[in-house]
C-alpha cells in the first residue's frame, strides 16, 4: 500500500492517460479515469483496454480496486492532482491543435475547489506556453463562474514508447517536473515518490529490470519542462535520419551500416540506441513533435534547419522503399507486392505516420496489387483506411504467397523467426524481399532464395 496516497483524475484515456492512469492506480493511488467517449468508457469498466498496450489489461484488473472510470468530472472536485492527457494532433500548418485540452481545462476549472491545493498537470505533449495558456483558461472561466479555488499548473512531460509504455512509466529514466509552485513540485513528488523510491509492489506482469537504478528528478519552469519534451523527440528523430543519411552514403562506397553503427555507437558520447538504419520513423510523437518545432521557430523567425532535414531525410527513406523496387523489378504496375507489418512499430496497433500507409499507396498509383500481414493493426488499418485496396492474409506465408517481392515495414519479433526459404518457395518470379528494417541476413536470405535488399548494406 502506498502510504503517500492521493486521489488523481486523469482526463484522457489514450496511450498516454490510460497508461499513466493504471499505473499511478497500481502503485496505490486512487484514480479516476476521464473521458467523453463513453464507448472506452463502457470497456474500461468491462476490463477491457481501447488501446493495444502489452500489459495494460494486467494491470487493470490488478489495480480494480483503485480505478474508476467516468464520462464525468465531478470527481475532479476531490482530486489532489489533475492530469490533462488528451489528443494534440497536428494541424496542416504544423501547430498543435490544442481544442481538446482547452476543452477539458474548461470542464476542470468547474470543479476546482477552494478547500485545498489542486495541481493540473499537462501530460500531453504540448507546445511552449501552454501551461500559462492553461492557467489563463481556468482563471477566466473561475472569473465567469464568480468563485474561488487554490490550484497550480504544472508541465509534467511523458516519455514513454508504445508497446513497453507500462515498463516506461514504472521504470523511467527521469521524471520532469516543471511549475512557478513549490507546493505543487512537493504534490507531484509524493505522487511520484512509489516510483522515484522503488518502493512499490513489482506486478508480476511488469518486473522490475535487473540492475535497475533509481530514477532522477528533475524539476525546473514550465516553459522548459515543455521544451524539454520536444527537444528530446527532435534529437532522437535526427539520430535515426543521422544513421538513415550515412546508411546511403554506405551503400555507395560499399560500406555496412549495421557495422558502421556498431562502431560509433560503443563510443559512450554517442549510444547504440536509435543507430538502426531503415525505412525511417513513424508513429504520432516524432512527427508531431518535429512539426511544432519548425512551427514555433516560424512564430519566432528562428529557422531550424537541422529538424527540418531530419524530417525531409525521414521522408526520403519511404521513398527510398519504392526506388528500390524499381531498380530491381524495373517495372512494378501488374506486380504483387506483399507487406510483412503495418503498424509504425512492433507491439502496437498504431497507423499514425506509419511508413507502411506512405508504401502502400505508393504502390497501389503504380498500379499494384498489395497484400499484408501484421499480427495486431490488420483490423485498425481495415476500419480507418477503408478506401486502401489493400488484400490483408492471416499469417505472413499467406501474404507473401505468389508475390515477386516483399516489403519487411514493421520488425515484429515473429518475422524475426520467419523460414526465409519457405517464403521463397510461395513466392515467384524474382522472389525479391526488401529489408526495411535490415531484419535479416542478406548471405542467408541469398541463401534461401531471395533477392535481398537492405538499406545502407
Known sequence: MNPYSLNICVVG????????????ATIGHKVTCIDVDNNKINMLLHGKSPIYEPGIEDLLKLASDHLEFTASYSNCNNADVII????????ATGTADLSYLEAAAVE??????ASKLQVIVNKSTVPIGTAKRVRLIIDMELSRADKTATYAVASNPEFLREGVAVHDTLYPDRIVIGSDSMDAINVLRTMYAPILEQTFTVPQECPRPEGFSLPGIITTDTTSAEMIKYAANAFLATKISFINE???LCEKVGANVTEVARGIGQDKRIGSRFLQAGVGWGGSCFAKDTAAL????????YELPIISATVKLNKRQRQRIIEKLQETLKVVRGRTIGLLGLAFKPDTDDLRD???????????????????????AMDNCRSRYPDLNIEYFPNALAAVEGCDAVILVTEWDEFRHLALTNMAEKMC????????RNLYKPGEARQAGLTYIGFGR
Open 108 to 113: 476542470v476549472a468547474k470543479y476546482l475547489s
Open 13 to 24: 484515456t489514450g496511450y498516454v492517460g490510460l497508461t499513466t492512469g493504471v499505473c499511478l
Open 429 to 436: 518470379n524474382e522472389k525479391v524481399l526488401v529489408d526495411g
Open 84 to 91: 490533462l492527457a488528451v489528443g494534440t494532433p497536428s494541424t
Open 246 to 248: 550515412i546508411g546511403g
Open 294 to 301: 519548425i512551427s514555433t521557430g516560424k512564430e519566432y523567425m
Open 354 to 376: 506509419a511508413p507502411a500507409l506512405d508504401i502502400v499507396r505508393d504502390l497501389l498509383e503504380m498500379g499494384a496489387r498489395v497484400k499484408a500481414y501484421d499480427p495486431i
